[in-house]
C-alpha cells in the first residue's frame, strides 16, 4: 500500500462549473528525462533546471523521484485529495516501478500537494518511517513562503530524504554483508583446524606392535 501525504499550500473557496464528480484519470505519459512534469506550467526555468539536476542525480544511488504539477484535477473541492492521491499513485507505478522512489503531485488550481512513495520504498525503510520523516522535513517550510517556493523546496526534502535514507541502508547492507563474510571465514577455518587436528592426531598415533 502506498504511504500518502497531502498537504495544503492554499485555500480553496468555491466549486468551479463544469467539474465532474468523478472524472476519469489521465493517461499517464512516459516518465520525463528531467524528473519533472510542469503541466500547470508553474516552476522557473531555473528552478526546474537545477531540481533536475538533483534529482536526475539520485538515480546513482538508485533513487527516482519526479516532480509533477497539473493545472486542475478537475473535479469538487470535496474530491480533489482523493483524486490527488490516486492520480499521484498511478504516476508513481508507472515511472518508479520497482525502485526505491516517489512522486510528490502539485495542483495548481487548489494548492494542494501530495508525496506518494513507491512499495519498494515502504518495504525497504517502512511506510512508518517515510511519513515521519516527510513530515518533520516538510513541516519546517515556512508558512508564509508562496506555493511555488514550496514546491520547489518539497521537492528537494523529498529527494534529499529518500537518498539519505537509501545511503544509510546501503551502508547498513554492507556492513552486514562484511559481517556475514568474516564470520563465514572464522567458521570456515574452525573446520579446517578440526578437519587438520583429526588428520594429524590420527596420523601420529602409534601403530600396535604384531606378535
Known amino acids: 500500500m502506498f504511504r500518502r501525504l497531502v498537504l495544503s499550500f492554499g485555500l480553496f473557496f468555491a466549486a468551479l462549473p463544469g467539474f465532474a464528480e468523478d472524472a476519469p484519470v489521465s493517461a499517464i505519459p512516459p516518465a520525463p528525462v528531467s524528473h519533472i512534469l510542469d503541466q500547470a506550467d508553474v516552476i522557473l526555468p531555473e528552478v526546474k533546471a ?3 539536476t ?26 480533489q485529495s482523493e483524486r490527488l492521491e490516486k492520480l499521484a499513485s498511478e504516476y508513481c507505478t508507472a515511472w518508479a516501478g520497482k525502485n526505491v522512489g516517489a512522486v510528490l503531485l502539485f495542483d495548481d488550481e487548489g494548492g494542494l500537494m501530495t508525496v506518494v512513495t513507491s512499495k519498494t520504498a515502504e518495504k525497504r525503510f517502512t511506510a512508518f518511517l517515510l511519513e515521519k520523516e516527510f513530515r518533520e522535513a516538510l513541516a519546517k517550510i515556512p508558512p508564509s513562503a508562496i506555493s511555488r517556493e514550496k514546491l520547489e ?10 537518498s539519505r535514507l537509501e545511503t544509510e541502508a546501503a551502508r547498513r547492507d554492507r556492513s552486514q554483508l562484511i559481517g556475514n563474510i568474516v564470520m563465514g571465514a572464522l567458521a570456515l577455518l574452525g573446520l579446517s583446524l578440526a578437519v587438520y587436528s583429526a588428520v594429524s592426531g590420527g596420523a601420529s598415533k602409534p601403530t600396535p606392535a604384531v606378535e
Open 153 to 162: 523546496r518539497s521537492g528537494w526534502i523529498v529527494v534529499e530524504t529518500l
Open 50 to 52: 537545477r531540481l533536475s
Open 54 to 79: 538533483r534529482l536526475v542525480a539520485a538515480k546513482a544511488q538508485a533513487v527516482e523521484v519526479f516532480v509533477v504539477t497539473v493545472p486542475s484535477l478537475k473535479v469538487l473541492p470535496s474530491k
